[in-house]
T-cell receptor, first 114, second 115 residues
Framework: AQSVTQLGSHVSVSEGALVLLRCNYSSSVPPYLFWYVQYPNQGLQLLLKYTSAATLVKGINGFEAEFKKSETSFHLTKPSAHMSDAAEYFCAVTFTGTASKLTFGTGTRLQVTL | GAGVSQSPSNKVTEKGKDVELRCDPISGHTALYWYRQSLGQGLEFLIYFQGNSAPDKSGLPSDRFSAERTGGSVSTLTIQRTQQEDSAVYLC?????????????FGSGTRLTVV
């Protein structure tokens, strides 16, 4: 069985500060990992994905994530937060092969303050 | 189409009524997924369709929920005898055969309110 755990349902950072959103996964086979962002009243937008190539993955809007097998982690980071980054972020996991369902974490709401 | 289209965007229904939610996937995407997002919770998998294979219904919460996909394209999620706990945002996503490799595209969702 596969699952993801997001530590911290709410994270607050100051504008310009480092953003760190945590995600740990559990998977019995090599995972594919995703980060999605959801702005208010909108659907999910893909930020980045890990598909067993480079372990450091760069995404849109300056976000990146590093796959660490030894720590079973896929934390999302951004060096400098913008007000526009305020949203809900979801980590998700699936595995290789034919299309299979994404299993999502419970989400982390990011607040960016002045 | 250019993206995944869901309709209606909002639906208010009375408890006990049936509702149908529609999803139009991206043309050429063989896989289609339904998720439910309840207030303050994550995304809960409901069902997925892959080509002509039997759908994976393992996430449907009760027999009041059903879904079909006609012609390998449009999908309809039906909730019978709606209950207040069915109130949520229902999200649809589609992908190429291997969503893991090619990614999943989500629609904007249908917000269902049962009163």
């Amino acid at each position: 069985a596969q699952s993801v755990t997001q530590l911290g349902s709410h994270v607050s950072v100051s504008e310009g500060a480092l953003v760190l959103l945590r995600c740990n996964y559990s998977s019995s086979v090599p995972p594919y990992l995703f980060w999605y962002v959801q702005y208010p009243n909108q659907g999910l937008q893909l930020l980045l994905k890990y598909t067993s190539a480079a372990t450091l993955v760069k995404g849109i809007n300056g976000f990146e994530a590093e796959f660490k097998k030894s720590e079973t982690s896929f934390h999302l980071t951004k060096p400098s937060a913008h007000m526009s980054d305020a949203a809900e972020y979801f980590c998700a996991v699936t595995f290789t092969g034919t299309a299979s369902k994404l299993t999502f974490g419970t989400g982390t709401r990011l607040q960016v303050t002045l | 189409g250019a993206g995944v289209s869901q309709s209606p965007s909002n639906k208010v229904t009375e408890k006990g009524k049936d509702v149908e939610l529609r999803c139009d996937p991206i043309s050429g995407h063989t896989a289609l997924y339904w998720y439910r997002q309840s207030l303050g919770q994550g995304l809960e998998f409901l069902i997925y369709f892959q080509g002509n294979s039997a759908p994976d219904k393992s996430g449907l919460p009760s027999d009041r929920f059903s879904a079909e996909r006609t012609g390998g394209s449009v999908s309809t999620l039906t909730i019978q005898r709606t209950q207040q706990e069915d109130s949520a945002v229902y999200l649809c996503a589609s992908s190429y055969t291997s969503g893991a490799l090619y990614g999943y595209t989500f629609g904007s969702g249908t917000r269902l309110t049962v009163v």
